[in-house]
């Protein structure tokens, strides 16, 4: 089956250490997209890529960093510059990043639940 | 991306319609209109989109305003399974870059009872 996976669901991790979140798709979608949501907020987005090898800051981008060597994956580390990492981050991709079609839907994955003690 | 207006909550009982409002009175000519949906400790997934014609498909209808300044999504029979938070979201498709990006406000928390 097509989609996106996320793994590991939840993760812990100590207060000080990076940690490095997966993101992978088989739709073959161009575009690829990290967003971060705290409980009872809406989703903020940390980072984008357009294509592989490029990728763009988004709203929250500081304490986190991305790499888009092969188009399926998209990994989002979250630094121990990130000063509140406990939260769900969410993966997505669509087809381009933006509407060169008005059909250009955003597949979100299961998410993964970062807790840092 | 112009910014949307969603009540907090709503309640709806089992096999009933719902009907979710959302106001975007700044909306411009290209941007259309997205809704998703969010069920507990889920991602997102995609509803419905439309620009200016109502819409219908499997999961929902659009109902959209004459002056598009507001929208209504359309569940024809509420089901458990509905219960999640609803996002009215609009998007300038007309540009690429970042005008592109889906924002997320904080949406409609739909509970439906049985």
């Known amino acids: 089956d097509g989609g996106i996976t996320q793994s590991p669901k939840y993760l812990f991790r100590k207060e000080g250490q990076n940690v490095t979140l997966s993101c992978e798709q088989n739709?073959?979608?161009?575009?690829m997209y990290w967003y971060r949501q705290d409980p009872g907020q809406g989703l903020r987005l940390i980072y984008y890529s357009q294509i592989v090898n490029d990728f763009q800051k988004g709203d929250i981008a500081e304490g986190y960093s991305v790499s888009r060597e092969k188009k399926e994956s998209f990994p989002l580390t979250v630094t121990s510059a990130q000063k509140n990492p406990t939260a769900f981050y969410l993966c997505?991709?669509?087809?381009?990043?933006?509407?060169?079609?008005?059909?250009?839907?955003?597949?979100f994955g299961p998410g993964t639940r970062l807790t840092v003690l | 991306d112009a910014k949307t207006t969603q009540p907090n909550s709503m309640e709806s009982n089992e096999e009933e319609p719902v009907h979710l409002p959302c106001n975007h009175s700044t909306i411009s000519g290209t941007d259309y209109i997205h809704w998703y949906r969010q069920l507990p400790s889920q991602g997102p997934e995609y509803v419905i989109h439309g620009l200016t014609s109502n819409v219908n498909n499997r999961m929902a209808s659009l109902a959209i305003a004459e002056d598009r300044k507001s929208s209504t999504l359309i569940l024809h029979r509420a089901t458990l399974r509905d219960a999640a938070v609803y996002y009215c979201i609009l998007r300038d498709e007309g540009s690429g870059g970042s005008q592109g990006n889906l924002i997320f406000g904080k949406g409609t928390k739909l509970s439906v009872k049985p």
């Open positions: 739709l073959n979608h161009d575009a």
């Open positions: 997505a991709s669509s087809i381009t990043l933006a509407g060169v079609s008005s059909y250009n839907e955003q597949f």
